[in-house]
């Protein structure tokens, strides 16, 4: 437990030069990767343990985190993905009676380092202004000429091909093996939430890794497909787009979700685009553009689809907007039983506005089995 005592000081060094001075919360180290702000005042453990988050140092915009502590259920995988964490207020005591422990053990535990004592609001409009950016947050280095040097040693965001490192790396399944329908999902970060809301429905699932083959899939005899949410770049993920447009000679559904709506877009040879600094919250307001309905969905996510490139494809149209920026949040394929969202309708933290689409999934497969 941390005291008034021992608490050890930590810098945050943007790569624009912006230094800020805070203190240690968690693990003890130096860790970098591009900054990304979270505006969600709930669901810590959730959106830490979201794979799509890997290789990224996220803000909790939120004034205070910790409070009501950690427990296994709230996890979205094996372990915490955010490679650090930026915050105003912690609190060491939680109040939660069915939480285990405390927040700042479980970052101990899995090796987070994380500053607090930070202006996260006046960070976060700063990161709207300027953009995503690759940072550094360190309890070593105090000297700025010694954090300069390690931040230049990150890897841009743009360009990078993560999934295939964090996928799983053999396939396995949920679910009742006996149930009518089957999905093969691709993991290129899959959440657990994800693949449960699929089970709920009946489905028995299996998910591969990254890289496996339709071939692969096949042995499987699925009815239907699935394409997870996941980090990094869709453009560096030729391999991915690859898989995806064998599926589509299939003739089967195909649903994705984030990640896999991008590369669905790819696969159709629309191209994608780098954010100026994304979307992650729990508010986000999308229209259905079929329904007229507007719902508030879950998001996480800082590449888009190209709303340009959309339109000039025959093949595809655009199911939902968001209203705040009318970037490109669903498509469809006009003579395929495909279709994909930006947005996370599994809403682990968040409302529960967008599970139809798992609904809507499900039934397209019942209707071509």
């Avoid at 959106?47 to 988050?53: A, E, G, H, L």
């Avoid at 479980?106 to 300027?130: F, G, H, P």
């Avoid at 093949?315 to 039983?337: A, Q």
Wanted: contains cysteine.
């Amino acid at each position: 437990m941390t005291s008034v005592q021992n608490i050890i000081p930590a810098w945050l060094l943007l790569k624009d030069g912006t230094l800020f001075k805070g203190k240690s919360f968690g693990a003890q180290g130096t860790v970098g990767g591009e900054i990304c702000f979270n505006t969600g005042m709930t669901g810590y453990q959730e959106v830490f343990t979201d794979p799509s988050y890997t290789g990224q140092v996220l803000i909790m915009n939120t004034a205070y985190i910790g409070n009501y502590g950690v427990k296994p259920e709230d996890v979205e995988s094996d372990s915490v993905k955010i490679a650090g964490l930026i915050c105003k207020n912690i609190s060491h005591n939680f109040s939660r009676m069915t939480a285990t422990e405390s927040l700042e053990k479980y970052l101990v535990q899995n090796n987070i380092v994380a500053i607090y004592d930070v202006d996260t609001r006046a960070l976060v409009e700063y990161i709207r202004s300027k953009g995503a950016m690759n940072c550094i947050i360190s309890t070593e280095l105090q000297d700025e000429d010694a954090l300069k040097k390690a931040l230049a040693a990150i890897p841009d965001m743009d360009g990078l091909e993560l999934s295939s490192q964090i996928s799983t790396k053999e396939p396995y399944s949920l679910g009742d093996e006996s149930a009518e329908i089957r999905i093969a999902v691709m993991d290129f970060g899959v959440k657990k939430n994800i693949l449960q809301c699929m089970v709920d429905r009946g489905a028995f699932v299996k998910v591969f890794p990254a890289k496996a083959s339709l071939e692969e899939m096949k042995q499987f005899e699925p009815h239907g497909y699935f394409l997870s949410n996941g980090p990094g770049d869709p453009a560096s993920m030729g391999y991915a787009v690859e898989t995806v447009k064998d599926i589509l000679t299939t003739g089967k559904p195909l649903f994705g979700i984030c990640l896999g709506h991008q590369l669905l877009a790819r696969a159709n040879d629309i191209a994608t685009y780098k954010m100026h600094h994304g979307h992650r919250g729990l508010n986000h307001p999308v229209k259905n553009l079929l329904t007229g309905k507007a719902e508030i969905t879950t998001q996480n996510h800082g590449f888009g689809v190209d709303p340009v490139a959309v339109k000039n494809c025959a093949e595809v149209e655009v199911t939902h907007v968001n209203l705040n920026d009318d970037s490109i949040e669903g498509i469809r394929m006009i003579n395929k039983p495909a279709f994909s969202v930006q947005y996370h309708p599994e809403s682990t933290p968040g409302p529960f506005d967008s599970r139809y689409l798992f609904d809507d999934f499900i039934n397209s497969i019942k209707l071509a089995v």
